[in-house]
T-cell receptor, first 114, second 114 residues
Framework: DQQVKQNSPSLSVQEGRISILNCDYTNSMFDYFLWYKKYPAEGPTFLISISSIKDKNEDGRFTVFLNKSAKHLSLHIVPSQPGDSAVYFC?????????????FGRGTSLIVHP | KAGVTQTPRYLIKTRGQQVTLSCSPI?????VSWYQQTPGQGLQFLFEYFSETQRNKGNFPGRFSGRQFSNSRSEMNVSTLELGDSALYLCASSSQGEVGYGYTFGSGTRLTVV
């Protein structure tokens, strides 16, 4: 049973426009969320995170919004650039045995057209 | 500093064979986690090793096993390979099992079972 869901497998956006990637979760105990970006033939790299005590976190062109009541978060990229074309994973860590184990969504493939 | 190194990058095996994949973490990192990435399922957690002990385990059959050495290098083994084991296998290392900036992925090993 997927606790973190990314329902859009792909998204196509024009360069300069806003990209909005969505993520839903089912476990109300999640209190921290992360976004990872993955290029082909590379491992995922950490992009941005948000704690459940906040509803927004911004880092340059990337902003993550959290709506706890809806169990929904979104990643906004403004303006989108061709180099942003990648697969984006939403993740929520669960604590276990002294570690944080991220539970990942299935990813959204973003294509930014020049 | 050097990143997470996974070897080999590509591997083709026959159904029924076994395979061993290697992961060298970032120097000083003691936690190594393994993931399976397939197009339909996204990143799924296999197991985590910390100081040579398996600390967490995902929901995979016993054909998937791993170990960690005293220098923190880790190996995972898959026995009696099935066609469905074809995937990208990623490892990630961290200092203590934290996520976010301190959680670094390798580029993965692409396993194809024929």
């Amino acid at each position: 049973d997927q606790q973190v869901k990314q329902n859009s497998p792909s998204l196509s956006v024009q360069e300069g426009r806003i990209s909005i990637l969505n993520c839903d979760y089912t476990n109300s105990m999640f209190d921290y969320f992360l976004w990872y970006k993955k290029y082909p033939a590379e491992g995922p790299t950490f992009l941005i995170s948000i704690s459940s005590i906040k509803d927004k976190n911004e880092d340059g062109r990337f902003t993550v919004f959290l709506n706890k009541s809806a169990k929904h978060l979104s990643l906004h990229i403004v303006p989108s650039q061709p180099g942003d074309s990648a697969v984006y994973f939403c993740a929520a860590p669960v604590t276990s045995g002294g570690s944080y184990i991220p539970t990942f969504g299935r990813g959204t493939s973003l294509i930014v057209h020049p | 500093k050097a990143g997470v190194t996974q070897t080999p990058r590509y591997l083709i095996k026959t159904r029924g064979q076994q395979v061993t994949l290697s992961c060298s973490p970032i120097s000083g990192h003691r936690s190594v986690s393994w993931y399976q990435q397939t197009p339909g399922q996204g990143l799924q957690f296999l197991f985590e090793y910390f100081s040579e002990t398996q600390r967490n385990k995902g929901n995979f059959p016993g054909r998937f096993s791993g170990r960690q050495f005293s220098n923190s290098r880790s190996e995972m083994n898959v026995s009696t390979l099935e066609l469905g084991d074809s995937a990208l296998y990623l490892c990630a290392s961290s200092s203590q099992g934290e996520v976010g900036y301190g959680y670094t992925f390798g580029s993965g090993t692409r396993l194809t079972v024929v």
